[in-house]
């Protein structure tokens, strides 16, 4: 009965009890989260503000303190946004650099800071394709118009489990993105592209043109003579 009523003035928790509603496991790292969570048990287990600040740690003083951004804030990230529009290619801390370089007293992690609050990033780089020209010499790269104007084929290596190579050849109609078709072996040699080409003309007709991305050379060159002997370009 002492216990009970012990546990019932102090309001603790014995192991049995579960967990306050909302309640999440773990440290609160900044002073920000702890305001947060002084302000939640204050709120659901009717606490003292006192009482809550000294379960976790939090001091009064800071949890009564207004957070002040700094005056320059709004400028920095106006510039910060500006340059990183400008150079897309670049990370926050040549982006740090650049501000650095334009008289701004500012450290790589307040950068870094803004950066990820304003949800910045540096975007993937795009595989480079191959390229097929408008027969007027042009420097204008011919884009698909409909089904079967241009159809492309890659090759893409993996490993299966046990370390060994593997090629992969697939073939992609760009108009529609479908893949036509895909070929897996340890090795692909010319005969083995001339032979899932044939079969798709059979299918679906010869296209206006093939582009090819990748692959080794002689490859390349047979494929080729075959193509352009079939009337594709």
């Known amino acids: 009965d002492r216990e009970c009523s012990a546990s019932k003035g102090n309001r ?3 192991p049995r009890q579960a967990d306050p509603a909302g309640g999440v496991p773990g440290k609160l790292l900044s002073p920000a ?3 947060a969570c002084v302000e939640h ?3 659901t287990m009717t606490v003292s503000e006192r009482r809550a600040c000294r379960a976790l740690g939090q001091h009064r003083s800071t949890q009564r303190k207004v957070p002040r951004g700094r005056d320059d804030e709004e400028a920095l990230t106006a510039d910060l946004t500006a340059l990183a529009e400008k150079y897309g290619r670049y990370g926050y801390r040549k982006i740090s650099a650049l ?3 334009a008289g701004w007293f500012v ?3 307040r950068v870094e800071r803004i950066w990820r609050r304003e949800g910045l990033k540096v975007p993937a780089r ?3 394709r191959g390229r097929i020209w408008d027969n007027d010499g ?3 790269r011919l884009r698909p118009e409909h089904r079967n104007h241009v159809w492309s084929y890659d090759f893409v290596e993996a490993r299966t489990h046990d370390g060994r190579k593997i090629r992969m050849l697939n073939v992609v109609d760009e108009f529609t993105h479908e893949c036509l078709a895909i070929r897996v072996a340890r090795k692909l040699k010319a005969t083995d592209v001339i032979d899932v080409l044939s079969d798709l003309f059979i299918l679906r007709g010869v296209p206006g ?3 090819s991305d990748n692959g080794p050379e002689f490859v390349a060159k047979i494929v080729q003579a075959w193509i352009t002997g079939v009337g594709a370009k």
């Open 107 to 109: 450290n790589d992690k």
């Open 33 to 35: 989260r702890r305001r």
């Open 126 to 128: 795009q595989p480079k």
């Open 41 to 43: 048990i204050m709120r």
């Open 12 to 14: 603790r928790s014995h």
């Open 138 to 140: 042009s420097c204008v």
């Open 99 to 101: 501000l650095k370089a």
């Open 209 to 211: 043109h093939i582009r």
